[in-house]
């Protein structure tokens, strides 16, 4: 009786997570107006209920809470988008690009293998370096990164972060901002390679993925008008004649 009551749980369980109900777009205004909401967006275009990973699909979602998901079976949607077939695509304001997963061509959907695609591919206007968005980062047609180094505990941390993430959108296309947590030992070789410690931070540094040449702005005040003329001085390639910063 006890294992009867067990399974119908776990039963019941598993259906809530890959039924939990999602923004569905319904029409072509309600799919950009959700694709526009944010800085990352993540649609299914499923056929209908039986498509190939709609469940696992679902079920992701219902994980990854801090993106917002819907589901798509409008054929004038998918036409929008450039979809032909059962795909899951990841739509990022930071660098304009539309990353497609088409579920005909995978050769596994399961749902931690979902997650991981979202959570890889989710690049913001200011996104957090670590294992899994560094393969995003480097994918991106967008090879220029503009590198806010700083220490997660200190008290500048959020403010910082914030204030380079209202930045972010004049410089979209032209460079992705990433923010490394000094204090995260996993990112010591990306500080060594612009030659800072934890104490030394927060600094800006500039790196450029078509030269793989590094620029670091010099000591002082982080302020907004600040890291805007250093990026805007990389672009008219000041920093390229003047400022060569190579270990």
């Known amino acids: 009786m006890l294992l009867t009551v067990v399974l119908s749980l776990l039963i019941a369980d598993t259906q809530a997570s890959t039924n939990s109900p999602l923004h569905r777009l319904d029409d072509l205004g309600a799919a950009e107006a959700f694709v526009d909401s944010g800085d990352v967006a993540v649609v299914g275009f499923f056929e209908n209920k039986d498509a190939h990973g709609y469940n696992e699909f679902l079920a ?26 059962d795909t899951i695509s990841i739509f990022r304001k930071a660098d304009l690009h539309q990353e497609n997963l088409q579920l005909s061509k995978a050769k596994t959907v399961d749902i931690d293998g979902l997650k991981r695609f979202i959570t890889m591919y989710s690049i913001r206007y200011i996104t957090e370096y670590n294992q899994m968005t560094a393969v995003g980062l480097f994918k991106s047609g967008v090879k220029t990164h503009l590198l806010l180094f700083t220490n997660r505990g200190s008290g500048e941390y959020r403010k910082l972060k914030e204030q380079l993430a209202t930045l972010a959108p004049e410089f979209t296309g032209k460079f992705l901002f990433v923010l490394i947590d000094g204090e995260e030992k996993s990112n010591d070789r990306s500080l ?56």
Not at 62 to 80: D, Q
Not at 214 to 238: A, H, N
């Open 192 to 247: 060594d390679y612009f030659g800072l410690k934890p104490r030394d931070l927060p600094r800006v540094g500039i790196y450029d993925g078509h030269s793989d040449r590094k620029w670091l702005m010099s000591e002082g005040e982080i302020s907004t008008d600040r890291v805007r003329s250093f990026c805007q001085s990389f672009l008219d390639r000041i920093l390229q004649v003047f400022f060569r910063f190579e270990w």
């Open 60 to 85: 992701a979602a219902a994980e990854v809470k801090s993106i917002p998901v819907a589901v798509c079976s409008n054929k004038e949607v998918w036409e929008k988008y450039n979809v032909t077939s």
